[in-house]
Each structure stands twice: as structure tokens, then as C-alpha cells.
């Protein structure tokens, strides 16, 4: 029986709605989790849930985020780790690295479910590309920008060089979430990608 978590500030109130909801959504998916399913889960009253959230696409948006910037700061701190365990500051090749790693995440995960198939369904297609600018174009400029000063790839715009980029990676993302046989799809992406990225480096004929 759902109940008021009595005393719990609502900050700790809402992170267990999203938890809650966050379950729900990535294994049984948008359409099928109703917030019924979603209160009882994190043990709340429906009234907590709207003190929160406008409605469930509202609480979903808010997943879709929070399950977006885990995944971008999961993969700078895996590219910064390796880069400190190979004693080596190229940027480049940590960006290369760093593209494979999300293609491999976008095969099996709740990102898949939410971010790539359920997120443009619910939201429109409009939702990842506000995330791309959100928590995406900063970090791959600041990358680009330093392969551009090791002189590891020609001397472009930053600033277009980013979003083509980044709808390159975002388009071989959305092709693997969706696809009937996405290991198959995400091995393909991998080797158009990296075909496309060698194309950029200083020196390339």
C-alpha cells in the first residue's frame, strides 16, 4: 500500500520516484508502466508523484535526463581513466575510444529503452537532440578543440565540426536502439564511424 514518506525531504522524495520510475521504464517500457505501478513501487502516494511531476511524460523526461547525464559522465570518466592508466593526454584517440564505448552502450541498456526508442516516441524527436545540446556539444568541442592543438586532426571550426559530429554519433545511436538485430548494427555504426573519424586526421590523403 503506498504510503507519504512522513519527514523525508522532497528532494529524496522525488530521486525515489525517478528511481522507481526508472525501473519500470527500462524493463517494461513507456507505454506499458503505468504511475500506479510507478507510486507503489517507490511507496508514495499518487499526490507526491504530481507534487513532483506534471504527469507521467513529465516524470519520463526526467528519467530520460538524469539516465542521459549518468551515460555522458560515465564515459569522460572511463576516457579520463584510461587516458591516466596509458600515461597519454591524446585527445583524439580517447574521442575515437570514447564513440565505441557509447555505440556499445546503446546495445544493451536502459538507455537503449528510454533514451533511443521510448524517448522520440514520447517526447518527439526534438527530446535527444536537446540532450545532445545539453550535455553533449561542450564536452566534444573542448575534445576536438584539444585534438586540433596536438595536432592530431586539421585544423577545422569547432563549432561545425561538434554538431556534425554529434549528429553522425547521434544517428548511428538511434540506428542500433531501433534495430531487429542490434549487435549486427552496432558492429556496422562502429566501422562507418571510424571509417568517417579517419578522414579527419592531420595528414589524411
Do not use: N
Request: hydrophobic share 45%; with cysteine; net charge negative.
Amino acid at each position: 500500500m503506498s504510503r507519504m514518506r512522513v519527514g523525508e525531504p522532497p528532494a529524496a522524495t522525488r530521486q525515489v520516484l525517478l528511481a522507481a520510475a526508472r525501473q519500470r521504464f527500462g524493463t517494461q517500457g513507456y507505454a506499458a508502466t503505468g504511475t500506479e505501478e510507478i507510486v507503489a513501487d517507490a511507496q508514495v502516494t499518487r499526490g507526491a508523484l504530481y507534487h513532483h511531476f506534471r504527469d507521467k511524460a513529465d516524470l519520463f523526461s526526467a528519467v530520460m535526463e538524469q539516465v542521459a547525464l549518468e551515460v555522458a559522465e560515465q564515459l569522460v570518466t572511463k576516457e579520463l581513466q584510461r587516458a591516466t592508466d596509458a600515461a597519454t593526454t591524446d585527445a583524439w584517440e580517447q574521442l575515437r575510444t570514447g564513440f565505441q564505448s557509447f555505440l556499445d552502450i546503446c546495445t544493451d541498456s536502459d538507455f537503449q529503452r528510454i533514451v533511443l526508442v521510448d524517448g522520440p516516441a514520447v517526447l518527439g524527436h526534438d527530446a535527444w537532440d536537446i540532450l545532445v545540446e545539453r550535455h553533449g556539444y561542450r564536452l566534444l568541442a573542448e575534445w576536438l578543440s584539444r585534438a586540433v592543438e596536438e595536432g592530431r586532426i586539421d585544423p577545422l571550426p569547432i563549432a561545425p565540426l561538434t554538431r556534425v559530429l554529434a549528429a553522425v554519433l547521434s544517428e548511428a545511436s538511434l540506428l542500433i536502439g531501433r534495430a531487429s538485430e542490434p549487435a549486427r548494427a552496432r558492429r556496422e555504426a562502429g566501422e562507418v564511424l571510424d571509417r568517417l573519424l579517419t578522414g579527419l586526421e592531420a595528414g589524411h590523403q
